[in-house]
């Protein structure tokens, strides 16, 4: 992950010619990166909200790629 290989929908587009777009979202203007597919999309935040403490909730949504997986991996999120 840290070289960017994992395969979202934005890098399956820019090897394969594919749609960059969120297969989940169905939004012409929602693309797929690794943090919307592993965080940002609205059906994977709604799992989120419900396993990560309400305090803890902002700052887990709200920092970068590189933030947000060193973040989880120093802290315990669970609600």
């Given at each position: 992950?840290a ?5 979202s929908?934005?890098?399956m ?38 396993i ?7 700052p ?9 997986v ?10």
């Amino acid at each position: 992950m840290a070289q960017g290989k994992l395969l979202s929908a934005d890098r399956m587009a820019r090897i394969m010619g594919s749609s960059p777009h969120c297969h989940n979202c169905h939004k012409a203007t929602c693309i797929e990166t690794i943090l919307h597919a592993l965080r940002d999309c609205p059906h994977v935040a709604s799992v989120w909200s419900r396993i990560i403490a309400p305090i803890a909730l902002m700052p887990f949504l709200s920092t970068n790629l590189e933030e947000w997986v060193e973040l989880n991996m120093q802290n315990e999120y669970g609600a």
